[in-house]
C-alpha cells in the first residue's frame, strides 16, 4: 500500500495569515493526488483534484501543487470558517489511501 | 449535484454482519458516470477508504478489510449496498456513501454519513 504521510498533524494560525501543509508519498504517484476539508461534525469535502486543479465553487484562497511524492496544500488568506481537518488522498495505486489529516486551528 | 443518504442499523452485535444502505438522488446508479463507494472513519480517526462498483457490478475492495466486505446495486431502486461480515469492535466507525469519479478515482459527492457501533 502507498502510505501519505501529512505534517504538520495539527496547525494554529491566526486569521489572514496563510498556511501550508505537506503530504509525502512512500512512491511516486505522479500528480494522482485529492485534497479533502472535514469540518467537525461533517463528511469531507473535495477541495483541490490532481493535485493542483481546484475544485468547482471552491475558493480561491485554497491551491494545491507538488508532483511525485511530495505534494502542497495552501490557505493564502486563512478564514474562520476553514476551522477543520485536511486530508490528502493518493489514487495511484489502489487501494485508494488517505494521509493522517492534518488539524487546523485558529490562533 | 448527486445526494446520498446512507441507512441502516445502528448497532451491531460482534460476529453478526453490518449493513447499510445508500439511496441515491439526482442520479441514476445505471446511466451514470460514476462508482459507488463506502469510506470509513471510526470516531476520533483517520479515513479509510473499503470499495467501490460500477452499475455492471465490476468491483474493487480494500485488502486491509480481508475479504469481509461486499457492495451491491439495486439499480430498480437507485441504490447500493454494503455489508461487512465478522464485525468486531474495530468497525465501529462512521459509514460514508461517496460517489466516485471514474477517471480520478476522487470523492465527489458524499453521503452525511452513519455512525455504526459494534457492542454486544
Known amino acids: 500500500d502507498i502510505q501519505m504521510t501529512q505534517s504538520p498533524s495539527s496547525l494554529s494560525a491566526s486569521v489572514g495569515a496563510s498556511v501550508t501543509i505537506t503530504c509525502q508519498a512512500s512512491?511516486?504517484?505522479?500528480?494522482?493526488l485529492h485534497w479533502y476539508q472535514q469540518k467537525p461534525g461533517q463528511a469531507p469535502k473535495l477541495l483541490i483534484y490532481?493535485?493542483?486543479n481546484l475544485q468547482t465553487g471552491v475558493p480561491s484562497r485554497f491551491s494545491g501543487s507538488g508532483s511525485g511524492t511530495h505534494f502542497t496544500f495552501t490557505i493564502s488568506s486563512l478564514q474562520p470558517e476553514d476551522i477543520a481537518t485536511y486530508y490528502c488522498?493518493?489514487?495511484?495505486?489502489?487501494?485508494?489511501?488517505f494521509g493522517q489529516g492534518t488539524r487546523l486551528e485558529i490562533k | 449535484q448527486v445526494q446520498l443518504q446512507e441507512s441502516g442499523p445502528g448497532l451491531v452485535k460482534p460476529s453478526q454482519t453490518l449493513s447499510l444502505t445508500c439511496s441515491v438522488s439526482?442520479?441514476?446508479?445505471?446511466?451514470?458516470?460514476?462508482?459507488w463507494g463506502w469510506i470509513r472513519q471510526p470516531p476520533g480517526r483517520d479515513l479509510e477508504w473499503i470499495g467501490y462498483?460500477?452499475?455492471?457490478?465490476?468491483?474493487f475492495y480494500n485488502p486491509s478489510l480481508k475479504g469481509r466486505v461486499a457492495i451491491s446495486v439495486d439499480t430498480s431502486n437507485n441504490q447500493f449496498s454494503l455489508k461487512v461480515n465478522s464485525v468486531t469492535a474495530a468497525d465501529t466507525a462512521v459509514y460514508f456513501c461517496?460517489?466516485?469519479?471514474?477517471?480520478?478515482?476522487?470523492?465527489?459527492?458524499w453521503g452525511q454519513g452513519a455512525l455504526v457501533t459494534v457492542s454486544a
Open positions: 512512491q511516486d504517484i505522479t500528480n494522482y
Open positions: 461517496v460517489t466516485v469519479g471514474m477517471a480520478r478515482l476522487e470523492f465527489d459527492s
Open positions: 490532481e493535485a493542483s
Open positions: 488522498q493518493q489514487y495511484d495505486n489502489l487501494p485508494i489511501t
Open positions: 462498483i460500477y452499475y455492471t457490478g465490476s468491483s
Open positions: 439526482g442520479a441514476s446508479i445505471s446511466k451514470s458516470v460514476y462508482y
